[in-house]
């Protein structure tokens, strides 16, 4: 195995639970010479990986042109094997005209009859993701890491420093869906427990989220930062690295407290760990509501609860 390629334009957390498929490609073929495709956009966290030779990107605005030039690259590349995790047409398209060897991924693409092999996707028994990804490269080898892995830069490390003079702790309370971000509530009596700690208390997300971050800190009435955009993700990376301890919801910010195997708390709403999206951290706990009926309402979250209560996120704040 000389030259291998691994699809995944989906979202951050996608890109990051497939790194375990790096780690354990490289301990078998040591030699080989591994490449990346992500979507435009989330490069940056794989620009410091030792063991990726190139990381490519695919902007989903020029889905056409960028198909045409990416075979290109690829048929170039002559890679023996293609690995695509994303299930959409667009990464399928790419795999099948690749020209390697060996084409594998998952049944739910719908260029998958086409691959060399297909697999199942199973989200009803309790697989985590990653285990749903390392299963495609089962009959290569049998992987021996599971967690996630980022590297940040020596820059991103230093500019964080300035937030690790004491012991401190890194919330993360926004997420794109509502149904899977705790109310602001629970938050707000987190940071005054965490406040009798008398560790630092730095709340991060995107630009878009300062307004909400903001809102907590105010509500608390504690003394906490707030570096919502301030942060690059492999910046909130480095932060995370040495927090005392991450709170975080089932989005993006669990998966890079488990690549840095920070100790996280994580809260699920509307969703369930059983999906396969739990945290990996070596000390890790998942917060949630159980015995609610209407609990999980979907695979992913949606902008109001279906059932006009949000039960499964108000109560969160008994668990505490």
Known sequence: MKKV???????????ILATPLIANLKLKFPEAEIDFLVKKGNEELLSNHPDLRAVFTFDKKKKISEILSLVQLFRKNRYDLVINLHRFASSGLLTVLSG????IG??????????????????DQGLHEV???LNLISDLLIPSVRR???YPKDADLKSVEEFQKQAYYCLAPASVWFTKQAPISVWVQLMKQLNETGASIYLIGGPDDKDLLNQIIETSTIKAVNLAGKLSVMQSAALMKG???AFVNDSGPLHIASAMNTPVTAFFCSTISDFGFGPLSDDAKILEVKDLACRPCGLHGHKTCPEGHFKCGTELIELL
Not at 5 to 15: K, R, S
Not at 100 to 103: G, L
């Open 5 to 15: 390629l691994i699809i995944q334009t989906a979202f951050l957390g996608d890109v």
């Open 100 to 103: 390697a060897k060996r084409k």
């Open 106 to 123: 998952f049944q739910k693409n719908p260029f998958s009859f086409l691959y060399s092999k297909a697999y199942p996707h199973i989200m």
């Open 131 to 133: 285990d749903r990804n």
């Open 148 to 150: 996630p892995a980022l």
């Open 243 to 245: 927090a005392t301890r």
